[in-house]
């Protein structure tokens, strides 16, 4: 018997997932790199609360605070990094 994979539209849609992920790396790596912590934070908390899915990474670093206003300039620098 033959073995067929038959892998002509999934070798694409692989391909395209990964240069999606390529791209998000390697934005991220850009900003990271050319933004200063005070600039990451504005746009990642443009508001007066955290968003939900944010809140996990704050208890992953041990942050207890839930008012983007109250973080140090220390902890500010951990969320954004």
Same mark, same amino acid.
Request: glycine share 4%; with cysteine.
């Given at each position: ?9 999934d070798i ?7 240069? !999606? ?6 934005a =991220?790596?850009?900003? +990271?790199? $050319? #933004?200063?912590?005070?600039?990451? *934070?504005? %746009?990642l ?12 990474r !704050?208890?992953?670093?041990?942050i207890?605070? =839930?008012?983007?206003? +109250?973080? $140090? #300039?220390?902890?500010?620098?951990? *969320?954004? %990094?």
């Amino acid at each position: 018997d033959e073995f067929n994979l038959h892998l002509t539209g999934d070798i694409h849609a692989i391909t395209a997932a990964n240069n !999606l992920l390529a791209a998000a790396i390697d934005a =991220r790596m850009f900003h +990271e790199a $050319t #933004q200063s912590d005070a600039a990451l *934070f504005r %746009r990642l908390c443009p508001g007066d609360t955290f968003a939900r899915g944010m809140v996990p990474r !704050l208890e992953k670093l041990k942050i207890s605070k =839930r008012n983007p206003r +109250e973080l $140090t #300039q220390d902890e500010i620098s951990r *969320f954004v %990094r």
